[in-house]
C-alpha cells in the first residue's frame, strides 16, 4: 500500500442514508414533519451528503411516498449533496424533475438477489444504467448517476458471489454511463481481508470513480469493514443515525454501520470529518422518541466519548 493510503489528513465524507435505507425496512411511517427534523438535525451536526428517498411507487414503499417533499426541503440547505435511490428510467426520470444532485442505482451482483429485489437479471439492471445516462443527458440534467453494487460479498439468497462477477458488472456499468461505483455489503457477508481485496481489484478497474462504501453490521464486523477500506483509499463512506436499516432478504440484520460510530472511528485516528457528535447524538436521542418501540443499534451512544475528545466538530 502507498504511504498516501494511510493519510490521515484527508477528510472522511460520511453520506447519511437513514431517511431512505433506513426508513424503508420498517413497517411504520415516519411523518414528514419528523422527517424535515431528521433532515435539519443532520445538516446542524455537519452531514453535508444525505440519501434522502427512494423514487418507487408508493403502493410498495409507502413510507417513502414524501421524497419528492423531502428533496425539495434539503435542495433549501446550503452546501448539501441531496441524492435519492432510483430502481429504474421512470424512478430516474422523477429524480431528474425533483432536481436532486445525485441518483443511485443498485446493481445487485447475485443473479439470485437481483431477480428478488429488482426483478431483473444483473445485466439488465446495467442496460437501465444506459437509458438512465441517455434521458439525462437528453435532459441536460447535471444529476449525477452512482451505481452500487450489492450483495458484492456474498448473498444469502444464492451465497458465493465470484469477485470476477463483481468486476464484470463494474466494467459493464462504466461503460453503459455510471459516473460514479459503489460497492456494497448489504447482508453483512464481508470480512476486512475480502473487504481489502475486492477494493483494490476494483480500483484497478474503476478509478477514482470507485467512490463509495456501504457497509451492514449484520455480523459486528461493519466497522472493522469500513477501516479496511479506508485503507484501500475509500473516503466516502454510508452510514445510517442509531443503525437502522437491513434488508429484507437478511432475515436478523441488525441495519447499517451507524454514522455517530463510524464518525468516532475517524475521529479517534484524527481523520477529520466535520462532525460534531453532541448534535449527532442529540439527533439519535430524538429519533429514539420518533420510533419509539423500534430497535436502535450502535455504541458511541451507550459508552460516550472518552474524555480525551471533544464532542464539537
Known amino acids: 500500500m502507498t504511504p498516501s493510503t494511510f493519510d490521515t489528513a484527508l477528510p472522511v465524507t460520511v453520506r447519511e442514508v437513514g431517511l431512505r435505507d433506513g426508513l424503508q425496512i420498517l413497517a411504520r411511517t415516519l411523518p414528514t414533519a419528523d422527517k424535515l427534523q431528521w433532515l435539519h438535525g443532520a445538516y446542524r451536526a455537519g452531514l453535508?451528503?444525505?440519501?434522502v428517498g427512494s423514487f418507487v411507487p408508493p403502493k410498495l414503499m409507502p413510507q417513502l411516498a414524501d421524497t419528492s417533499e423531502i428533496v425539495e426541503r434539503a435542495l433549501e440547505l446550503p452546501g448539501l449533496t441531496v441524492s435519492v435511490l432510483v430502481p429504474n428510467?421512470?424512478?430516474a426520470e422523477r429524480a431528474i424533475d425533483s432536481g436532486a444532485h445525485a441518483m443511485?442505482?443498485?446493481?445487485?451482483?447475485?443473479?439470485?438477489?437481483?431477480?428478488?429485489?429488482l426483478r431483473k437479471a444483473p445485466d439488465e439492471a446495467v442496460?437501465?444504467?444506459?437509458?438512465?445516462?441517455?434521458l439525462r443527458d437528453a435532459r441536460a440534467s447535471h444529476c449525477a448517476i452512482e451505481v452500487g453494487v450489492s450483495t458484492a460479498f456474498g448473498c444469502t439468497i444464492q451465497g458465493r458471489v465470484e469477485p470476477d462477477e463483481v468486476l464484470r458488472l463494474i466494467?459493464?456499468?462504466l461503460a453503459a454511463g455510471a459516473e460514479r461505483i459503489g460497492l456494497a455489503d448489504t447482508v453483512g457477508y464481508a470480512d476486512p481481508l475480502a473487504v481489502n481485496r475486492l477494493f483494490t481489484q476494483a480500483r484497478g478497474v474503476a478509478g477514482d470513480r470507485l467512490s463509495c462504501a456501504h457497509f451492514h453490521d449484520t455480523r459486528?464486523?461493519?466497522?472493522?469493514?469500513?477501516?479496511?477500506?479506508?485503507q484501500t483509499g475509500v473516503r466516502r463512506f454510508d452510514a445510517c443515525l442509531g443503525g437502522l436499516g437491513g434488508c429484507p432478504h437478511a432475515p436478523g440484520a441488525s441495519g447499517n454501520v451507524a454514522t455517530e460510530d463510524v464518525a468516532y472511528l475517524f475521529a479517534s485516528m484524527g481523520v477529520p470529518t466535520g462532525l460534531a457528535f453532541d448534535r449527532l447524538?442529540?439527533?439519535?436521542?430524538?429519533l429514539a422518541g420518533w420510533l419509539a418501540g423500534?430497535?436502535?443499534h450502535g455504541s458511541l451512544w451507550r459508552a460516550g466519548l472518552p474524555k480525551t475528545m471533544s464532542a464539537a466538530a
Open 48 to 51: 453535508r451528503e444525505l440519501e
Open 281 to 286: 447524538l442529540a439527533l439519535r436521542a430524538s
Open 89 to 91: 428510467l421512470k424512478g
Open 171 to 173: 466494467e459493464r456499468a
Open 220 to 230: 459486528g464486523l461493519g466497522l472493522a469493514n469500513v477501516f479496511a477500506a479506508w
Open 104 to 117: 443511485l442505482l443498485p446493481l445487485s451482483a447475485s443473479h439470485a438477489h437481483s431477480l428478488a429485489n
Open 294 to 296: 423500534e430497535p436502535l
Open 127 to 134: 442496460d437501465e444504467v444506459a437509458r438512465m445516462r441517455d
